[in-house]
């Protein structure tokens, strides 16, 4: 079978999952990639000759682009020189089927596809199966001739059921959560003589992730409890409110955006990972982060939110700790609760492993999409 992949670019840092997804399809499964932008090369690396990596994008597109989003106000379509690229390579790429990342980049390729009769696959990952994006009427009238052509609507999280209106189309949505591979993201002893417990957070700084309040939190219960540092890793519009927010505890320490080797390093070194996850302030949501799994595939004892997928591989007290959104009371004995209690860290760890071992693998994803 042949797949042609579209996404806007491969990859950022963000979307490792992406690249998870194209590295370990089966070797009968012939990938090829289309998109505007291919950034941070040396981190994902694709050399196995089965990828054909296509540009079709110039700088006068995209100053063309940027005009008719800002003064014309006209959204989620290729421009006319564009559109001739994508359709001749469709044309001579000849696939059996077109795999669209994210919504917003379906609804870009999906008059190509349509003329061309070729099948169309979705995946929604999150933010463009969340308020964020439906509110728009211009959005959510064009995802649903999408949704409608589409032969396969992959979801990552079963919330998305209700906020795309999927009932309609169950025989063709299929609930694929992003795998993570185990053999990758695996418990290991640091032998670190240190008697810090390390507290971290991994992902953007935007305001589904409620990184603010976890300061907060971690602020107070510092005050208590000297010998615990909290470690932020990722970059946002939200960076400078939380750094003041810091400013009077040396116990915060900010990374900044870090190639996925060296998140894993701080994953390693942590003892619980805190993912305070909530519907943005735009509507924005998260699907089921990725960063949790990885967290949870390293044994770690993780405290998240009952916000859109979380609940589907954490259940509170099983695997880890579950807590309302924007809840900080909550939170912070959730936190406070597994930094006194070794024995609890570990056993969550394990069991959050074994989930992750069981259900969540970028194996046992691509079986299902293949």
Same mark, same amino acid.
């Given at each position: ?54 540009? *079709? ?75 964020? /994006?439906? &509110? ?7 995802? #649903?001739?999408?949704?409608? /052509? ?106 900044? *955006? ?53 609940? #589907? ?5 099983? &695997?880890?700790?579950?807590?309302? #959104?924007?809840?900080? #009371? ?41």
């Amino acid at each position: 079978m042949k797949v042609l992949m579209f996404n806007h670019a491969f990859f950022h840092i963000s979307e490792t999952f992406i690249y998870k997804q194209v590295t370990e399809m089966p070797p009968d499964v012939n990938i090829e990639l289309l998109g505007f932008d291919f950034p941070h090369g040396h981190i994902f690396p694709l050399t196995n000759k089965k990828y054909r990596i296509k540009k *079709s994008e110039n700088a006068i597109d995209r100053a063309l682009n940027v005009f008719r989003k800002r003064v014309l106000n006209i959204r989620y379509n290729l421009s006319l020189f564009t559109t001739i690229s994508v359709k001749k390579i469709l044309q001579e790429s000849k696939p059996d089927v077109v795999h669209a990342q994210f919504g917003f980049n379906a609804l870009q390729i999906f008059p190509l596809v349509k003329q061309l009769n070729i099948p169309l696959v979705v995946t929604f990952h999150g933010l463009d199966a969340s308020p964020h /994006y439906l &509110n728009r009427k211009d959005y959510k009238t064009r995802i #649903e001739k999408v949704l409608e /052509y589409a032969s396969g609507i992959i979801i990552v999280s079963p919330h998305m059921n209700d906020t795309l209106g999927l009932a309609r189309y169950a025989a063709k949505t299929h609930l694929i959560p992003c795998g993570v591979d185990p053999s990758e993201f695996y418990p290991r002893e640091t032998f670190a003589n240190r008697n810090t417990i390390n507290i971290l957070h991994s992902g953007r700084l935007v305001s589904k992730k409620g990184v603010p309040d976890l300061v907060k939190v971690f602020s107070d219960l510092s005050t208590r409890m000297p010998d615990i540092r909290l470690n932020v890793i990722g970059d946002g519009p939200e960076l400078g409110a939380i750094q003041q927010l810091a400013q009077d505890t040396r116990a915060v320490k900010f990374y900044g *955006s870090q190639p996925h080797e060296e998140v894993k390093k701080f994953m390693l070194d942590a003892d619980i990972f805190v993912l305070n996850s909530r519907v943005g302030d735009s509507g924005d949501m998260e699907g089921l982060p990725v960063s949790l799994l990885e967290a949870m595939s390293m044994g770690k004892a993780v405290v998240s939110t009952r916000h859109a997928g979380i609940p #589907e591989a954490v259940t509170d007290g099983v &695997n880890g700790l579950l807590v309302n #959104e924007k809840d900080n #009371e909550s939170l912070s004995a959730a936190i406070e609760k597994l930094i006194v209690n070794a024995a609890l860290r570990k056993q969550l760890g394990e069991a959050a492993r074994q989930t992750v071992l069981n259900k969540f693998t970028i194996k046992q994803a691509n079986k299902k999409i293949d």
